[in-house]
């Protein structure tokens, strides 16, 4: 399979504590994108990524997240001092730019519950 | 990014056409209009975008009005694999990168 992979799948943690999530793109996608999902509502933007340069973050993107992509492959997302709200889907995408408009592919999702 | 309108649901039998309106009705003349769709406990898919003449391709059709203020997604024979979250989006799409603005969609029942 060469979409776009999430893992872990499922986490839960305690309030408080730091989880980290990892995306791989498809191999010679060089954006991608991170989203929060909750029950009920569509995705929210969450950062951006053009390689390894972080070209958008939305205000969203509190100073609790961090998201790097050293090498410009794969991306992690990190959340420090976990807060009951932050609980939600977390999904990434990645396309090919191509010099104009360019398709989403979206990974299966990363959900966080946070106790 | 305009602003788009969806009903919250509806409802169709398998095997029968469906059509997901969407309303945008402030969307400039540069902004695209793109579906996605979110099947369940899976992230969204692509189905198809267009701006100004109607689109077709293998999964849907896209129908946008004279005006463009309005759109309609067409699915020419439903299936119960086609029960999902369909989502309406319109941006602008000019080459450089956009986050996708997701409202709440329309949540597509089929019935067997």
């Known amino acids: 399979d060469t979409g776009v992979s999430q893992n872990p799948r499922h986490k839960i943690t305690k309030r408080g504590q730091n989880v980290t999530f990892r995306c791989d793109p498809i191999?010679?996608?060089?954006?991608l994108y991170w989203y929060r999902q909750t029950l009920g509502q569509g995705p929210e933007f969450l950062t951006y990524?053009?390689?390894?340069?972080?070209?958008?973050k939305s205000r969203l993107l509190s100073d609790r997240f961090s998201a790097e992509r050293p090498k410009g492959s794969f991306s992690t997302l990190e959340i420090q001092r976990t807060e009951q709200g932050d609980s939600a889907m977390y999904l990434c995408?990645?396309?090919?730019?191509?010099?104009?408009?360019?398709?989403?592919?979206f990974g299966p999702g990363t959900r966080l519950t946070v106790l | 990014d305009a602003k788009t309108t969806q009903p919250n649901s509806m409802e169709s039998n398998e095997e029968e056409p469906v059509h997901l309106p969407c309303n945008h009705s402030?969307?400039?003349?540069?902004?695209?209009i793109h579906w996605y769709r979110q099947l369940p406990s899976q992230g969204p898919e692509y189905v198809i975008h267009?701006?100004?003449s109607n689109v077709n391709n293998r999964m849907a059709s896209l129908a946008i009005a004279e005006d463009r203020k309005s759109s309609t997604l067409i699915l020419h024979r439903a299936t119960l694999r086609d029960a999902a979250v369909y989502y309406c989006?319109?941006?602008?799409?000019?080459?450089?990168?956009?986050?996708?603005?997701f409202g709440k969609g329309t949540h597509l029942i089929i019935q067997p």
């Open positions: 995408a990645s396309s090919l730019a191509a010099g104009g408009w360019d398709e989403q592919f």
């Open positions: 191999s010679e996608h060089n954006r």
């Open positions: 990524f053009q390689n390894e340069a972080q070209l958008e």
């Open positions: 402030t969307i400039s003349g540069t902004d695209y």
């Open positions: 267009g701006l100004t």
């Open positions: 989006i319109s941006m602008y799409s000019g080459g450089g990168a956009d986050g996708l603005t």
